[in-house]
């Protein structure tokens, strides 16, 4: 069974440009969730999404945002982006909403994001 | 407001000796759940535990062993006879059912096996 994939695996990208990241899901999950983690502030919650809706949102700016499509597939996009954005980006995949409560989340293993 | 707590933020061992990592949390949910996840150096977060809060269980698996008390609000994980390939930074983290699956995670424990 595959993981979690993200891609890129690496990206460096200059200030006020914009970045997209990919995250495919384990098949079967339908629930994707993305943080942020910096040596700082570790792992911070950006969001999550089930069936392609927006379940739940950290406390990051608008700057921060992300879809999840048909197939569970998710993209985050960071636009005009800050050297304070420069982090591990980790996409977490899991069954999403069910009986047994809240499941286990499966990691990828992440974008490394470098904003200069 | 949910929070973990990792108290220990670096932790030194011989091989072969024994390890615990402490993890207290706070919440006012009744409902809840308790995760350890390991990450090595390659970056990606490693599920070792899940348990309810209804679940208050030791459980025991091979190695790793995991002490859950509500009555102190801790989830300490013990590592027996540690190995070199124990070495990686380990994560508590809680979650609530009225934030969906959002992680609270706590800052981590950087654990390193010396040979």
């Known amino acids: 069974k595959a993981g979690v994939t993200q891609t890129p695996r690496y990206l460096i990208k200059t200030r006020g440009q914009q970045v997209t990241l990919s995250c495919s899901p384990i098949?079967?999950?339908?629930?994707v969730s993305w943080y942020q983690q910096t040596p700082g502030q570790g792992l911070q919650f950006l969001f999550e999404?089930?069936?392609?809706?927006?379940?739940n949102k950290g406390n990051f700016p608008g700057r921060f945002s992300g879809r999840q499509f048909s197939n569970s597939r998710s993209e985050m996009n960071v636009s005009t982006l800050e050297l304070g954005d420069s982090a591990l980006y980790l996409c977490?995949?899991?069954?999403?909403?069910?009986?047994?409560?809240?499941?286990?989340?499966?990691f990828g293993q992440g974008t490394r994001l470098t904003v200069v | 407001a949910q929070k973990v707590t990792q108290a220990q933020t670096e932790i030194s061992v011989v091989e072969k000796e024994d390890v615990t990592l402490d993890c207290v949390y706070e919440?006012?949910?009744?409902?809840?759940?308790l995760f350890w996840y390991k990450q090595p150096p390659s970056g990606e977060l490693v599920f070792l535990i899940r348990?309810?809060?209804?679940?208050?269980q030791n459980e025991i698996s091979g190695r790793y062993s995991w002490n859950f008390q509500k009555s102190t609000s801790s989830f300490n994980f013990t590592i027996t006879a540690s190995q070199v390939v124990d070495s990686a930074v380990y994560f508590c983290?809680?979650?609530?059912?009225?934030?969906?699956?959002?992680?609270?995670f706590g800052t981590g424990t950087s654990l390193t096996v010396i040979p």
């Open positions: 977490a995949s899991s069954l999403g909403p069910r009986q047994g409560g809240n499941t286990e989340a499966f």
């Open positions: 919440t006012r949910d009744t409902t809840y759940y």
């Open positions: 983290a809680l979650s609530v059912t009225n934030t969906g699956n959002q992680f609270y």
């Open positions: 999404y089930f069936s392609e809706t927006q379940r």
């Open positions: 098949s079967g999950h339908r629930s």
């Open positions: 348990r309810n809060s209804f679940d208050e």
